[in-house]
Protein backbone atom coordinates (compact mmCIF):
# COMPACT_ATOMS: atom_id res chain seq x y z
CA UNK A 1 0.00 0.00 0.00
CA UNK A 2 0.86 3.88 -0.91
CA UNK A 3 2.34 5.72 2.12
CA UNK A 4 -0.44 8.03 1.42
CA UNK A 5 -3.15 5.80 1.82
CA UNK A 6 -1.48 3.65 4.99
CA UNK A 7 -1.40 7.44 6.83
CA UNK A 8 -4.89 8.03 5.35
CA UNK A 9 -6.19 4.71 7.35
CA UNK A 10 -3.97 5.41 10.37
CA UNK A 11 -6.11 9.17 10.02
CA UNK A 12 -8.81 7.38 10.05
CA UNK A 13 -8.58 5.57 12.82
CA UNK A 14 -7.90 8.31 14.94
CA UNK A 15 -11.19 10.45 13.90
CA UNK A 16 -13.13 7.43 14.42
CA UNK A 17 -16.04 7.56 16.77
CA UNK A 18 -14.26 6.70 20.02
CA UNK A 19 -17.88 7.02 22.13
CA UNK A 20 -19.77 4.50 19.66
CA UNK A 21 -16.65 2.45 20.08
CA UNK A 22 -16.84 1.83 23.20
CA UNK A 23 -21.01 1.36 22.96
CA UNK A 24 -20.24 -1.20 20.07
CA UNK A 25 -18.05 -3.34 22.42
CA UNK A 26 -20.19 -3.68 24.83
CA UNK A 27 -19.32 -1.20 27.62
CA UNK A 28 -22.02 0.47 29.87
CA UNK A 29 -21.75 4.32 29.25
CA UNK A 30 -22.55 6.46 32.26
CA UNK A 31 -23.94 9.93 30.56
CA UNK A 32 -23.38 13.35 32.82
CA UNK A 33 -24.34 15.78 31.17
CA UNK A 34 -22.23 16.48 27.88
CA UNK A 35 -19.11 13.89 29.34
CA UNK A 36 -19.95 10.46 28.90
CA UNK A 37 -18.07 7.77 31.70
CA UNK A 38 -17.46 4.24 30.81
CA UNK A 39 -18.24 2.16 33.73
CA UNK A 40 -15.63 -0.52 33.30
CA UNK A 41 -12.79 1.65 32.88
CA UNK A 42 -12.65 4.15 36.24
CA UNK A 43 -11.73 7.50 35.97
CA UNK A 44 -12.23 7.47 31.76
CA UNK A 45 -14.42 10.30 30.26
CA UNK A 46 -15.52 10.63 26.73
CA UNK A 47 -16.97 14.37 24.84
CA UNK A 48 -18.77 13.06 21.86
CA UNK A 49 -19.17 16.26 20.21
CA UNK A 50 -15.41 16.87 20.11
CA UNK A 51 -14.44 13.26 20.03
CA UNK A 52 -12.22 13.90 22.76
CA UNK A 53 -11.08 11.31 25.68
CA UNK A 54 -9.73 12.50 29.18
CA UNK A 55 -8.96 9.49 31.73
CA UNK A 56 -8.70 11.32 35.58
CA UNK A 57 -6.86 9.04 37.39
CA UNK A 58 -3.77 9.06 34.83
CA UNK A 59 -3.93 12.52 34.29
CA UNK A 60 -3.87 11.53 30.51
CA UNK A 61 -6.06 13.00 27.71
CA UNK A 62 -6.49 13.58 23.49
CA UNK A 63 -8.67 15.15 21.40
CA UNK A 64 -10.05 13.49 17.89
CA UNK A 65 -7.14 10.98 18.55
CA UNK A 66 -9.03 7.64 19.30
CA UNK A 67 -5.78 5.23 18.63
CA UNK A 68 -3.98 6.62 21.65
CA UNK A 69 -6.38 6.01 23.77
CA UNK A 70 -7.02 2.23 22.34
CA UNK A 71 -3.02 1.98 23.32
CA UNK A 72 -2.57 4.40 26.43
CA UNK A 73 -5.90 2.67 27.99
CA UNK A 74 -6.95 -0.21 27.31
CA UNK A 75 -3.20 -1.28 26.13
CA UNK A 76 -3.66 -2.51 22.91
CA UNK A 77 -0.84 -2.45 20.07
CA UNK A 78 -1.10 0.79 17.37
CA UNK A 79 -2.12 -2.15 14.72
CA UNK A 80 -4.51 -4.00 17.14
CA UNK A 81 -6.09 -0.53 17.90
CA UNK A 82 -6.35 0.59 14.17
CA UNK A 83 -7.98 -2.76 13.41
CA UNK A 84 -10.73 -2.25 16.19
CA UNK A 85 -11.46 1.22 15.16
CA UNK A 86 -11.62 0.44 11.40
CA UNK A 87 -11.81 -3.00 10.69
CA UNK A 88 -9.05 -3.17 8.27
CA UNK A 89 -5.46 -4.91 8.69
CA UNK A 90 -2.52 -2.61 8.71
CA UNK A 91 -0.16 -5.02 9.40
CA UNK A 92 0.57 -6.08 6.34
CA UNK A 93 1.29 -2.48 5.16
CA UNK A 94 4.25 -1.27 5.28
CA UNK A 95 5.60 2.60 6.11
CA UNK A 96 8.76 4.08 7.46
CA UNK A 97 6.90 5.74 10.23
CA UNK A 98 4.57 2.62 10.83
CA UNK A 99 6.95 -0.09 10.94
CA UNK A 100 5.53 -3.78 10.26
CA UNK A 101 3.68 -5.51 14.27
CA UNK A 102 2.17 -8.17 15.09
CA UNK A 103 -1.18 -8.91 13.03
CA UNK A 104 -4.83 -8.09 15.12
CA UNK A 105 -5.60 -11.17 16.89
CA UNK A 106 -9.42 -9.76 16.88
CA UNK A 107 -12.30 -10.95 14.37
CA UNK A 108 -14.79 -8.77 16.12
CA UNK A 109 -15.06 -6.49 18.69
CA UNK A 110 -13.76 -7.17 21.88
CA UNK A 111 -15.59 -8.22 25.07
CA UNK A 112 -15.31 -5.48 27.98
CA UNK A 113 -12.87 -5.89 30.63
CA UNK A 114 -14.09 -6.97 34.11
CA UNK A 115 -15.62 -4.80 36.29
CA UNK A 116 -13.95 -3.21 39.03
CA UNK A 117 -15.73 -5.43 41.87
CA UNK A 118 -14.61 -8.65 39.95
CA UNK A 119 -11.29 -6.83 38.96
CA UNK A 120 -10.35 -6.31 42.60
CA UNK A 121 -11.05 -6.99 46.52
CA UNK A 122 -10.60 -3.95 48.86
CA UNK A 123 -8.04 -4.85 51.04
CA UNK A 124 -7.82 -1.57 53.83
CA UNK A 125 -4.06 -1.30 55.22
CA UNK A 126 -3.53 -2.86 58.53
CA UNK A 127 -4.10 0.24 60.99
CA UNK A 128 -0.82 0.68 63.35
CA UNK A 129 -0.10 0.12 67.34
CA UNK A 130 -0.24 4.41 67.29
CA UNK A 131 -0.69 7.32 65.32
CA UNK A 132 2.15 9.45 66.42
CA UNK A 133 3.70 9.99 62.73
CA UNK A 134 0.28 10.87 61.19
CA UNK A 135 -0.10 13.44 64.10
CA UNK A 136 3.01 14.94 64.01
CA UNK A 137 2.87 15.14 60.02
CA UNK A 138 -0.05 17.06 59.82
CA UNK A 139 0.05 19.57 62.78
CA UNK A 140 4.10 19.95 61.91
CA UNK A 141 4.21 20.10 58.48
CA UNK A 142 0.69 20.70 57.08
CA UNK A 143 -0.28 23.08 60.30
CA UNK A 144 -3.23 21.36 60.60
CA UNK A 145 -5.31 21.70 64.46
CA UNK A 146 -5.16 18.34 65.87
CA UNK A 147 -8.52 18.71 67.14
CA UNK A 148 -9.51 18.68 63.91
CA UNK A 149 -7.41 15.45 63.34
CA UNK A 150 -8.69 13.73 66.25
CA UNK A 151 -12.42 14.74 65.58
CA UNK A 152 -12.15 12.50 62.15
CA UNK A 153 -10.00 9.61 64.28
CA UNK A 154 -12.92 9.61 66.45
CA UNK A 155 -15.08 9.33 63.87
CA UNK A 156 -13.45 6.57 62.26
CA UNK A 157 -12.71 8.57 59.29
CA UNK A 158 -8.84 8.57 59.75
CA UNK A 159 -5.85 6.32 61.29
CA UNK A 160 -2.56 5.35 60.47
CA UNK A 161 -0.91 2.30 59.03
CA UNK A 162 2.56 1.17 59.28
CA UNK A 163 4.18 -1.01 57.19
CA UNK A 164 7.92 -3.06 57.55
CA UNK A 165 10.40 -3.44 55.02
CA UNK A 166 13.79 -5.38 54.72
CA UNK A 167 16.17 -4.13 52.29
CA UNK A 168 20.00 -4.58 52.35
CA UNK A 169 22.58 -1.30 52.25
CA UNK A 170 25.95 -2.22 51.36
CA UNK A 171 25.69 -5.73 52.56
CA UNK A 172 23.89 -4.48 55.76
CA UNK A 173 20.41 -5.82 56.33
CA UNK A 174 18.32 -2.80 57.35
CA UNK A 175 14.65 -2.69 58.14
CA UNK A 176 12.54 0.45 57.89
CA UNK A 177 8.79 1.45 58.97
CA UNK A 178 6.84 3.82 56.54
CA UNK A 179 3.62 5.29 58.21
CA UNK A 180 0.71 6.64 55.94
CA UNK A 181 -2.73 8.49 56.77
CA UNK A 182 -5.44 6.17 55.66
CA UNK A 183 -8.99 8.22 55.09
CA UNK A 184 -11.75 5.85 54.96
CA UNK A 185 -14.72 5.83 52.48
CA UNK A 186 -17.80 4.73 53.94
CA UNK A 187 -21.16 3.90 52.33
CA UNK A 188 -24.39 4.61 53.72
CA UNK A 189 -24.57 1.85 56.20
CA UNK A 190 -20.88 2.77 57.36
CA UNK A 191 -18.72 0.11 55.68
CA UNK A 192 -15.80 0.68 54.78
CA UNK A 193 -16.00 0.76 50.82
CA UNK A 194 -12.38 2.36 49.66
CA UNK A 195 -9.65 4.63 51.26
CA UNK A 196 -7.53 7.79 50.53
CA UNK A 197 -3.75 7.24 51.26
CA UNK A 198 -1.28 10.02 52.27
CA UNK A 199 1.94 9.83 52.79
CA UNK A 200 3.44 10.78 56.41
CA UNK A 201 6.96 11.57 54.82
CA UNK A 202 7.38 15.69 55.16
CA UNK A 203 10.64 15.15 52.80
CA UNK A 204 8.73 12.75 49.82
CA UNK A 205 4.84 13.31 48.88
CA UNK A 206 3.03 10.06 48.13
CA UNK A 207 -0.40 9.81 47.47
CA UNK A 208 -2.98 6.78 46.40
CA UNK A 209 -6.23 5.48 47.08
CA UNK A 210 -6.71 1.63 48.43
CA UNK A 211 -6.58 -1.10 46.33
CA UNK A 212 -9.68 -2.23 45.53
CA UNK A 213 -11.40 1.02 45.92
CA UNK A 214 -14.49 1.84 43.20
CA UNK A 215 -16.01 4.87 42.55
CA UNK A 216 -16.26 5.99 46.36
CA UNK A 217 -14.97 8.91 47.98
CA UNK A 218 -14.22 10.49 51.41
CA UNK A 219 -16.85 12.04 53.25
CA UNK A 220 -17.31 13.74 56.21
CA UNK A 221 -20.28 15.09 57.52
CA UNK A 222 -19.49 16.87 60.87
CA UNK A 223 -22.89 18.24 61.69
CA UNK A 224 -25.63 16.28 59.82
CA UNK A 225 -29.31 17.39 59.43
CA UNK A 226 -32.06 16.08 61.32
CA UNK A 227 -33.26 14.06 58.37
CA UNK A 228 -29.94 13.12 57.69
CA UNK A 229 -30.25 14.07 53.82
CA UNK A 230 -26.86 16.65 53.19
CA UNK A 231 -28.03 20.21 51.78
CA UNK A 232 -24.92 21.14 50.05
CA UNK A 233 -21.13 19.50 49.41
CA UNK A 234 -17.80 21.48 49.46
CA UNK A 235 -15.70 19.23 47.20
CA UNK A 236 -11.82 19.30 47.22
CA UNK A 237 -8.75 17.48 45.00
CA UNK A 238 -7.37 16.44 48.67
CA UNK A 239 -8.46 15.08 52.23
CA UNK A 240 -5.81 17.44 53.25
CA UNK A 241 -6.95 20.71 51.59
CA UNK A 242 -10.38 19.51 53.10
CA UNK A 243 -9.36 19.32 56.78
CA UNK A 244 -7.86 22.74 56.09
CA UNK A 245 -10.92 24.19 54.73
CA UNK A 246 -12.61 23.14 57.83
CA UNK A 247 -9.86 24.99 59.85
CA UNK A 248 -11.48 28.31 58.77
CA UNK A 249 -15.25 27.27 58.88
CA UNK A 250 -18.25 29.12 61.37
CA UNK A 251 -19.14 25.32 62.76
CA UNK A 252 -22.45 26.90 63.41
CA UNK A 253 -23.26 27.37 59.77
CA UNK A 254 -22.09 23.71 58.69
CA UNK A 255 -25.28 21.87 59.84
CA UNK A 256 -26.03 19.69 56.67
CA UNK A 257 -23.43 19.98 54.80
CA UNK A 258 -20.94 17.13 53.75
CA UNK A 259 -17.12 17.34 52.59
CA UNK A 260 -16.07 15.40 49.43
CA UNK A 261 -12.29 14.50 48.69
CA UNK A 262 -12.32 13.41 45.34
CA UNK A 263 -8.47 12.54 45.48
CA UNK A 264 -8.57 14.01 42.07
CA UNK A 265 -10.43 15.61 39.76
CA UNK A 266 -13.25 13.14 39.40
CA UNK A 267 -16.60 14.33 39.21
CA UNK A 268 -18.54 11.06 39.71
CA UNK A 269 -19.69 11.01 43.82
CA UNK A 270 -20.43 14.95 43.17
CA UNK A 271 -22.44 14.39 40.25
CA UNK A 272 -24.23 11.86 42.32
CA UNK A 273 -25.02 14.23 44.73
CA UNK A 274 -26.01 17.06 42.77
CA UNK A 275 -28.54 14.55 41.04
CA UNK A 276 -29.78 14.03 44.65
CA UNK A 277 -30.79 17.52 44.81
CA UNK A 278 -27.83 18.77 46.98
CA UNK A 279 -26.09 21.88 46.26
CA UNK A 280 -21.93 21.53 45.02
CA UNK A 281 -19.67 24.18 45.91
CA UNK A 282 -16.25 23.89 44.16
CA UNK A 283 -13.36 24.48 46.51
CA UNK A 284 -10.72 22.35 44.24
CA UNK A 285 -7.40 24.14 43.54
CA UNK A 286 -6.99 27.53 42.13
CA UNK A 287 -4.80 26.30 38.57
CA UNK A 288 -5.89 25.59 35.10
CA UNK A 289 -6.88 22.30 35.82
CA UNK A 290 -9.43 23.31 38.30
CA UNK A 291 -10.88 25.68 36.32
CA UNK A 292 -11.06 23.05 33.59
CA UNK A 293 -12.92 20.67 35.94
CA UNK A 294 -15.48 23.25 37.06
CA UNK A 295 -16.34 23.76 33.23
CA UNK A 296 -16.66 20.81 32.38
CA UNK A 297 -19.04 19.52 34.87
CA UNK A 298 -20.96 23.14 35.55
CA UNK A 299 -19.10 23.09 39.29
CA UNK A 300 -19.56 26.86 40.57
CA UNK A 301 -16.97 28.69 42.86
CA UNK A 302 -18.96 30.89 45.02
CA UNK A 303 -17.22 34.37 45.46
CA UNK A 304 -16.86 33.22 49.09
CA UNK A 305 -14.11 30.51 47.70
CA UNK A 306 -12.91 32.77 45.49
CA UNK A 307 -12.66 35.39 48.34
CA UNK A 308 -10.49 33.65 50.48
CA UNK A 309 -8.38 31.53 47.74
CA UNK A 310 -8.38 32.96 44.62
CA UNK A 311 -7.93 36.69 45.11
CA UNK A 312 -5.08 36.37 47.27
CA UNK A 313 -3.24 34.13 44.61
CA UNK A 314 -3.14 30.86 46.31
CA UNK A 315 -3.01 27.66 44.83
CA UNK A 316 -4.73 25.49 47.70
CA UNK A 317 -6.26 25.24 51.34
CA UNK A 318 -2.70 23.87 52.69
CA UNK A 319 -1.08 26.58 50.97
CA UNK A 320 -3.35 29.00 52.79
CA UNK A 321 -3.23 27.42 56.26
CA UNK A 322 0.54 27.26 56.39
CA UNK A 323 0.32 30.95 55.24
CA UNK A 324 -1.33 31.49 58.11
CA UNK A 325 0.42 29.83 60.29
CA UNK A 326 3.83 31.42 59.45
CA UNK A 327 1.99 34.94 59.54
CA UNK A 328 -0.02 34.91 62.80
CA UNK A 329 -0.99 38.60 62.04
CA UNK A 330 -2.25 38.02 58.73
CA UNK A 331 -6.44 38.47 58.69
CA UNK A 332 -7.01 35.77 56.40
CA UNK A 333 -10.27 35.53 57.12
CA UNK A 334 -11.27 39.20 55.79
CA UNK A 335 -12.48 38.28 51.95
CA UNK A 336 -10.89 40.05 49.02
CA UNK A 337 -12.58 41.56 46.75
CA UNK A 338 -12.25 40.45 42.94
CA UNK A 339 -9.47 42.02 41.34
CA UNK A 340 -11.68 44.87 39.36
CA UNK A 341 -13.04 46.10 42.58
CA UNK A 342 -9.68 46.33 44.36
CA UNK A 343 -8.55 49.76 44.81
CA UNK A 344 -4.89 50.70 43.68
CA UNK A 345 -3.88 52.96 46.38
CA UNK A 346 -4.34 49.73 49.07
CA UNK A 347 -1.70 46.92 48.56
CA UNK A 348 -2.99 43.47 48.42
CA UNK A 349 -1.35 41.38 51.21
CA UNK A 350 -2.01 38.54 49.71
CA UNK A 351 -1.18 38.99 45.88
CA UNK A 352 2.24 37.28 46.46
CA UNK A 353 2.01 33.67 46.19
CA UNK A 354 3.45 31.46 49.16
Known sequence: MQKENFNQLVQSAREADLLSYFQKSGYHIDRHGDNYYVKEIRGLCIKQDKNQWYNHYTNTGRTNNSIDCLTLVLG??????????????????????????????????????????????????????????????????????????EELVHAKLLYQSQNTFNTVINGVPKTFQNANAIFVHRNEKGEAVGGEIQGCNSFKRYKRVVAGTGESAFMFTPFPAKDGKPKRAYIFESA????????????????????????????TVPKKLQEQGVQIISCVDNDDAGRKFEEENNFERSESVKGYLDYKGFKDWNELLVFKSENPNANIMEKSPAPQEQKNDKPNFFSRRK
Open 240 to 267: IDLMSFYTFCDKRKLTGAVFVSMAGVKP
Open 76 to 149: RSFNQAVYELTGKDVSNMRSSDYPKKQAPQYTSPPRPPKTEKENKVLKMPEQAPNMRQMFAYFCQTRKIPAQIV
